[in-house]
């Protein structure tokens, strides 16, 4: 069985779920999502705090229990692994225990065998690009039931629809901000720009976590709907809206990344920011989280 660990929120579980599943199904095996690492996750009140939240698309959490041996050796490795990096050095990683070193791909995560352990982020296509056509029919949305996103998306198919995604609320925390940061107006006047150019009668659907304040700071000389009606347990469905648009402008965050990555339009474009993250260091690491088909700006 591969035993993969789940955190953050939607979008991060997906990656997370897609390299696991992709790892059982190469190897044959079941796949369990450990689950430890949400709802209890808050260390102090910056922290968002977050749940399980693949079960909208019908995936469950394993019930299986991992016996008191296998959970004494996975956390003896994960204690292990944090003293290294405490003192710098890489993690540790085997066949069975395999814990991400850094954000770039690692293909060493093939090795790993029937039995694994599996920790990480794995930000990356390349992780579960071997079995793509079953991670998107894994990540089906279930039908929409509200009149306005049934209107929305009754719209979106009927135009040349360009979502917009704009990521701030815990982006803004001053612990958030310091890693990632924020597209920039200029990386959004700048995209919707090269869409206008190459697109005939574009449509913008925009999404965001604050949008008064999108309202107040982007105005486009085009039809623009301002999508704020899906909220908490239902934020999902801008991602779901994203991925049926024409084509996409992403922010630097896995929630629209998915959403376009969804999107089945073959001829779509989908831009990007070149910048991912605000923090230098880890930003030198994204060059195999964008597809080659994606436009950085």
Known sequence: MIYIQLNGGLGNQMFQYACGRSLSLKNATKLYLD?????????NTTDTIRS?????????????????????????????NSITIKF???RIQTSKYFVEREFS????????????FISGNWQSPLYFQSYESIIREDFKFPMLSS?????????????????IHI??????????YKTHGICSMEYYFRATSYISETQSDPVFFIFSDDIKWVKANLSLEF???????????????????????????????SFSWWGAW???NPSKIVISPKRWFKNNEINEKTKDLIPKTWIKF
Not at 53 to 63: M, Q
Not at 107 to 116: A, L
Not at 167 to 176: A, E
């Open 105 to 116: 791909y690692n293909g060493g995560i093939n090795s790993v065998g029937k039995e694994s």
């Open 262 to 264: 969804l999107n089945s």
């Open 88 to 90: 710098g050095l890489n």
């Open 167 to 176: 990521r701030r609320g815990d982006y803004l925390n001053s612990k958030t």
């Open 35 to 43: 689950v430890k690492m949400l709802n209890n996750n808050k260390v």
């Open 52 to 80: 399980f939240e693949l079960g909208i698309f019908n995936i469950r959490k394993t019930e299986t229990r991992i016996n008191n041996f296998k959970k004494t050796s996975f956390l003896f490795f994960k204690i292990l």
């Open 147 to 163: 009149p306005n996103n049934i209107m929305l998306l009754k719209k979106i198919k009927n135009t040349n629809s360009v979502s």
């Open 223 to 253: 039809e623009t709907y301002y999508v704020s009606e899906n909220k908490d347990e239902n934020s999902y469905i801008d991602m779901q809206l994203m991925s049926e648009c024409k084509h996409n402008i992403i922010a630097n965050s």
